[in-house]
């Protein structure tokens, strides 16, 4: 079960075979003997299932339905797969039994491969478990900490790092479970990643990221790690340490709104309390806020904004890719009634700009934040845009990228993460440069 969970389903041959498959069986299904009421029927049941699928995806944009602006390759693979439906059911009247057969079986094709399509084209869930909410990461053995050397480097670890002959080409990338010990959240399984410098002998203290994904979404390191193999390749394998750490819960369905609260648990209490706390008894991470980074994609992104404006002592470092302007925004009155109690004013003042605006002079001192975008994502640009005017007013180092070409996708979490790490390996002395 679990090889069939992590069985990759983008630019795979898995994915391939899928396409090639919905293929085979439309040629099977036009293929037959003359038969122009067949024809009419068959004509009428895939242009129905086009209208329907096209009406599907401009119905979706239109009332925002999904949160985004559905790209048009959305549409164009929502329209192919109700066509194909369509084509299959006009096939079953007056067919033999091996053809309804064939009929039943194209429906599931269709709609797998329309799936795949789309998922690829986004490109966020890279394994057939990670559609389903299951990401089936083996466990990581974790390398042992050395709690007496957690302080911050006299020099950069990039001028007096030397990575052994024996130090992996890659990181290292699986799961551990993060227990709820002070908020009671119940979470799933975390990512890990651990970059090629902390799979040695005597390694050093890295800095480190704690990453949340999208609602829904799961805690799955793949664009991330990939992401830092590429810099640790350049950079003597160094990297920070990373945590993709689960903020909405353990059935991955809910929005707790990166908040504390009686509904949805202590998912607040959760990310900042307890995953901070147990990256510090089991990592070997410099324990300095300076080497700190909150992050997060989506929703993740929100969360992220948030508690780095809430929390300066902890994290000096923001990267919020693609993120909300604040938690809640896809259902601002559900928020309001489910998380804060209808308290308007409590949900006013957990957003990040609000957050910003009310902390004392000199909070963030020495914090560096980085914003992103895809430039074909509107919603989401206009929201890293607020925000990032907001956290320079206040004295934050601000960056605000938006990813040319991208949309609300995979290309904006890995081009978003990139500019991230390319403002910040310097400050955390991950490299030279500037």
């Not at 084209?121 to 909410?133: D, I």
């Not at 059935?251 to 959760?270: F, I, L, R």
């Not at 001192?365 to 975008?373: D, H, K, L, V, Y």
Request: proline letters at 7%; glycine letters at 12%; one cysteine or more.
């Amino acid at each position: 079960m679990s090889a069939i969970l992590e069985l990759p389903i983008v630019d795979s041959p898995a994915m391939w075979i899928i396409y090639l498959v919905a293929v085979a069986l439309t040629i099977t299904l036009l293929v037959r003997d003359p038969d122009p009421k067949w024809f009419v029927r068959a004509s009428i049941g895939a242009v129905a299932g086009a209208l329907l699928g096209m009406g599907t995806y401009f119905a979706g944009n239109l009332l925002d339905l999904f949160g985004v602006n559905l790209p048009l390759m959305v549409g164009v693979w929502t329209t192919a797969m109700f066509a194909g439906v369509g084509l299959a059911i006009a096939s079953f009247p007056d067919a033999k039994p091996w053809r309804k057969v064939v009929a039943s079986v194209a429906i599931l094709a269709y709609l797998l491969a329309g799936a795949t399509g789309i998922n690829a084209f986004y490109g966020l869930n890279p394994t057939l478990g990670s559609v389903f909410g299951d990401v089936e990461e083996a466990q990581i053995s974790l390398p042992d900490s050395n709690p007496d050397n957690r302080a911050a480097p006299a020099q950069p670890l990039a001028a007096t790092w030397q990575a052994p002959s024996n130090m992996p080409s890659v990181g290292e990338r699986g799961s551990a479970p993060i227990p709820g010990t002070e908020s009671g959240f119940v979470a799933r399984d975390a990512g890990i990643y651990l970059p090629p410098a902390a799979l040695v002998d005597n390694a050093p203290a890295l800095p480190v990221v704690i990453m949340m994904m999208g609602y829904p979404g799961n805690p799955d390191g793949t664009i991330i790690s990939d992401v830092l193999d590429e810099f640790a390749a350049k950079n003597n394998g160094l990297a920070p340490i990373v945590i993709i750490a689960d903020q909405l819960g353990a059935a991955g369905v809910q929005d707790p709104a990166c908040a504390d609260s009686a509904k949805y648990g202590n998912a607040e209490t959760y990310i900042t309390t307890d995953v901070v706390n147990w990256a510090n008894t089991n990592l070997n991470v410099i324990k300095d806020p300076k080497y700190w980074t909150i992050a997060g994609y989506s929703n993740g992104g929100g969360c992220a904004a948030k508690y780095g404006a809430k929390h300066p002592d902890l994290f000096k470092n923001v990267i919020s890719v693609s993120g909300e302007e604040f938690p809640g925004s896809e259902g601002a009155d559900a928020a309001t009634a489910d998380i804060y109690g209808g308290d308007a004013t409590a949900f006013e003042a957990s957003k990040p700009i609000n957050i910003m605006k009310a902390a004392p002079a000199g909070s963030y001192s020495g914090m560096t934040a980085i914003f992103t975008a895809g430039s074909e994502d509107p919603t989401f640009a206009a929201a890293a845009t607020a925000v990032s005017q907001a956290a320079e007013a206040v004295g934050i180092a601000t960056t605000l990228f938006l990813v040319q070409g991208a949309d609300h996708g995979g290309d904006a979490v890995s081009g978003g993460l990139t500019e991230g790490f390319d403002v910040l390996y310097p400050i955390l002395g991950l490299s030279t440069g500037t």
